[in-house]
T-cell receptor, first 119, second 113 residues
């Protein structure tokens, strides 16, 4: 697609429920990133995909968080048994490739985010 | 020490004035550098890449100082619309075959009439 698409844009859920957040990156972008941003805070790295594999999952806060990517396109971030501290905006970004190159290849394009509120 | 650090601000800037701020990074092997802009409740968007020789895009000038491990952003003739949070991003080779992007916490700039 023309941009990075995320859904849902807003999600309100009850504590203990599972949620699924979806990211549809720019067509042809092999690198995909998930970040979390709490209100008034900076971006917190969660996970990075290169193609369908995830070289680095070190940012996932706990085993309640998981992510997958299929077909080098859509990625899903799943949060199980949500807690109030999971409330945040979850941002997805994609780039042409994850390899370090001269400027341009590592430029991230972000989606508008999924705002999660856990009551 | 954080890998990428920024003064959170806010920098209160009179309209038309010049403002500059830095971003320091700890990994000397860092390879690429960027400035992103994030408006309130919006996603970050690329403002400009930072080249070794320094670069300019209109009223914005970015510099890289590898010896002291920081990048800077200067905004001339500030406009009200420049009010935003400016995020620096540093990349380095550390994720297997890919690269790691690390964001600073952002510097908030408020331009006032």
């Amino acid at each position: 697609g023309a941009g990075v698409s995320q859904s849902p844009s807003n999600k309100v859920t009850e504590k203990g429920k599972d949620v699924e957040l979806r990211c549809d990156p720019i067509s042809g972008h092999t690198a995909l990133y998930w970040y979390r941003q709490r209100l008034g805070q900076g971006l917190e790295f969660l996970i990075y995909f290169q193609g369908n594999s995830a070289p680095d999952k070190s940012g996932l806060p706990s085993d309640r968080f998981s992510a997958e990517r299929t077909g080098e396109s859509v990625s899903t971030l799943t949060i199980q048994r949500t807690q109030q501290e999971d409330s945040a905006v979850y941002l997805c970004a994609s780039s042409l490739r994850g390899q370090p190159r001269r400027s341009g290849a590592n430029v991230l394009t972000f989606g508008a985010g999924s705002r999660l509120t856990v009551l | 020490r954080k890998e990428v650090e920024q003064d959170p601000g806010p920098f209160n800037v009179p309209e038309g004035a010049t403002v500059a701020f830095n971003c320091t990074y700890s990994n000397s092997a860092s390879q690429s550098f960027f400035w992103y802009r994030q408006d309130c409740r919006k996603e970050p968007k690329l403002l400009m890449s930072v080249y070794s020789s320094g670069n300019e895009d209109g009223r914005f000038t970015a510099q890289l100082n590898r010896a002291s491990q920081y990048i800077s952003l200067l905004i001339r003739d500030s406009k009200l619309s420049d009010s935003a949070t400016y995020l620096c991003v540093v990349t380095s080779l550390s994720w297997g075959a890919g690269n790691k992007l690390t964001f600073g916490g952002g510097t908030r700039v408020l331009v006032k009439p």
